[in-house]
């Protein structure tokens, strides 16, 4: 029975591992690397653009001219927060007023593990496995000029696509899989990284302090997850107060057509 990677402790059990990073990074965006330490919790001193942010797995390669963030994200944000990141790890790069080189590549790859709630600009539901941004200027005929090779990479197994390469997909199961099918997975594990993420976060191979850390992860992760929903109706009611219409009020809470329908109910 494998741990559920949904879980921020079982999550960072198996992707801290070195074997386990230097492979999931190969796959998804087939560069190697080779790397010394991988933290979590990363922050930068001093705080970059005045946000003191965190990143929850991090990993420079030893020569430094790459530079590696992976976000889990249990529930679902707004891609805002995630372009934030990205473009802040960028940014810390520049260490003075008259030094503006941007020495290292920066990839951030963002692990989604529930389906998404937002919407393109035009009202179009975003329903897809696999998003990258490639931050590379381009012609006016489309050529694109690799100046910098900086990457943002999105991850959502709820959305499956027959079309995403095999070595993404063989992530992608596992990060499903563990969540809605922990007793009974099907993985590629000739996949050496696979196979070592299989072996750490098998449920026998966790050590007591580990299983009790990830129920008390699960236990957090549910009491928030009601005051976020508490915090989501209150600005829904106050949104039908003032006379919005119930698609711009989904759009604006993630609270689902029938659950907003029924609030406007309730206050008649």
């Not at 922050?43 to 030893?62: C, M, N, R, T």
């Not at 590696?68 to 802040?88: K, S």
């Not at 992530?171 to 922990?182: A, G, N, R, T, V």
């Not at 604006?252 to 406007?264: A, M, N, S, V, Y």
Request: charged content about 30%.
């Amino acid at each position: 029975m494998l741990g559920n990677l949904d879980n921020e402790v079982i999550f960072k059990k198996a992707f801290t591992n070195i074997t386990v990073f230097k492979a999931f990074v190969l796959d998804i965006l087939g560069i190697e690397i080779e790397v010394d330490k991988i933290e979590t919790e990363k922050k930068f001193d001093p705080k970059i653009g005045y946000v003191d942010f965190e990143l929850d797995i991090f990993a420079e390669s030893i020569d430094k001219r790459i530079c590696i963030e992976i976000q889990r994200v249990e529930y679902d944000h707004h891609f805002d927060r995630f372009l934030h990141y990205f473009l802040m790890l960028i940014a810390e790069q520049q260490k003075s007023s008259k030094e503006y080189n941007i020495d290292q590549t920066v990839y951030v790859i963002v692990v989604l593990t529930a389906p998404y709630k937002i919407s393109e600009k035009n009202g179009k539901a975003v329903l897809d496995e696999v998003l990258l941004l490639k931050l590379n200027p381009q012609t006016l005929q489309g050529e694109v000029r690799d100046l910098y090779g900086h990457q943002f990479v999105c991850l959502n197994p709820n959305h499956p696509n027959e079309e995403t390469p095999k070595q993404i997909r063989d992530w992608l199961d596992l990060i499903y899989q563990s969540i809605h099918s922990p007793e009974r997975p099907v993985l590629n594990t000739k996949n050496v990284g696979i196979k070592k993420a299989v072996e750490l976060i098998s449920f026998e191979n966790l050590t007591p302090e580990e299983r009790t850390q990830a129920k008390n992860k699960e236990a957090s992760k549910i009491v928030l997850t009601k005051e976020r929903m508490s915090e989501k109706i209150e600005i829904a009611k106050n949104f039908i107060s003032i006379g919005l219409d119930d698609n711009t009020i989904a759009k604006g809470t993630g609270l689902e057509r029938k659950q907003i329908e029924k609030l406007r109910n309730e206050k008649q």
